[in-house]
């Protein structure tokens, strides 16, 4: 069963979630505070014509000329094998930057929109990115993991 973005705005309204919409490009933008990173977000939008729900996190970090780069990239690769609902794309903003977004895509098939199937992907991604994104910046920066994950 199909949704709109009314139906998820509505969903977040219910719950007092502060978004922005985006009228041009038919999304919702929800702000987040995750550590060590100023200004992230999370978009949420639809797909072949309501039947996919996605979530993403645009421009995690940029990777354009990082020495470590190969590394995170198999740091990443690891996490999405051990994480399969949780996917990383490495996305190209003009022709010198490229960036890793993180994304959801949810299949509704034949079931409505829930509540708890909104809120759930949210959170499972909120807490992902809480979890994994200070560790993988170090490991760019440095090209090891982190003395307490080790």
């Known amino acids: ?3 709109t973005i009314k139906a998820i705005a509505n969903l977040l309204e219910q719950e007092n979630i502060n978004y922005m919409f985006n009228r041009e490009k038919s999304f ?37 000329d990082r020495v470590h780069k190969g590394l995170v990239m198999q740091k990443i690769l ?25 994304r959801i895509d949810f299949p509704l098939y034949d079931d409505p929109l829930r509540s708890e199937d909104l809120f759930s992907c949210l959170n499972f991604m909120e807490a992902k990115l809480t979890e994994q994104l200070s560790r993988l910046q170090h490991i760019l920066e440095f090209g090891c993991e982190p003395l307490q994950n080790r």
């Open 1 to 3: 069963m199909t949704t």
């Open 28 to 64: 919702l933008f929800l702000g987040i505070a995750l550590e060590n990173i100023k200004e992230q977000g999370i978009v949420i939008k639809t797909l072949e014509n309501g039947d996919i729900l996605q979530f993403s996190a645009p421009l995690l970090f940029q990777i354009s």
């Open 78 to 102: 690891e996490l999405q094998f051990k994480t399969p609902l949780l996917k990383f794309i490495c996305s190209t903003v003009d022709t010198n930057k490229q960036y890793i977004e993180a």
